[in-house]
């Protein structure tokens, strides 16, 4: 599932922490084939990592749908995903995963620094496709904005596995970013350019 890079970022980037990250798994009310794959994924970020990732199961309230897995670190947990980690979807998980216990410590504080200012949370829905090369940009971007402020949520969503999701908002090119199901951005846009998006809503 991950290659040994990012094995080893993941062990190395969660050794120590004070307190585990939690996986939330929020299942369906029966199993499927994609509901299994997201359960085995997230057993195996729990393995590679030893000790620092535990699972439980979670009441899925809020969420925009399910199966889905939520991020949660001492009750930070504003980034979802309706998508399995894997693949070229791994290394943002991973990223997130190591980042979340840290905040804003290394990203940029010129785009940062803007979302002080905002006044009202934002909810983001990133559409992917699992084969999409440059989904993984996208969902990178909407995640570190997730990751430096609880008044951003983002969801990452497989727009096959969601088909009635993905009917709400025009998926025919992914990614697609949508800004509290609204504002919708096609392609790959930088944290900065998406933070001047939530601001600007």
């Not at 929020?26 to 499927?32: D, I, L, M």
């Not at 994609?34 to 970020?45: H, N, P, Q």
């Not at 590679?48 to 991020?71: F, H, M, N, Q, Y």
């Not at 943002?92 to 410590?105: N, S, Y």
Request: aromatic fraction near 6%.
């Amino acid at each position: 599932m991950l290659d040994e890079f990012d094995r080893k970022r993941l062990r190395d980037g969660l050794v120590n922490l004070p307190a585990p990250i939690e996986l939330i798994l929020h299942p369906p009310s029966e199993e499927t084939p994609f509901s299994k794959r997201l359960s085995d994924a997230a057993e195996g970020f729990r393995q590679v990592a030893i000790g620092s990732i535990k699972i439980r199961e979670g009441d899925a309230a809020g969420l925009p749908a399910v199966p889905a897995l939520t991020l949660n670190y001492r009750g930070r947990a504003n980034i979802h995903y309706l998508a399995v980690p894997e693949g070229p979807e791994a290394p943002p998980f991973v990223e997130a995963l190591v980042d979340l216990p840290k905040g804003t410590a290394g990203y940029d504080p010129e785009w940062i620094r803007p979302l002080a200012a905002l006044k009202l949370p934002a909810q983001l829905w990133v559409f992917i496709d699992s084969t999409c090369p440059h989904c993984p940009q996208a969902v990178r971007a909407a995640n570190r904005i997730a990751l430096t402020t609880p008044q951003v949520t983002t969801a990452i969503i497989d727009a096959q596995q969601f088909p009635d999701l993905a009917e709400r908002h025009p998926t025919e090119s992914l990614p697609l970013t949508v800004i509290d199901g609204g504002l919708s951005i096609v392609g790959i846009i930088p944290p900065e350019k998406l933070v001047e998006k939530i601001l600007t809503r």
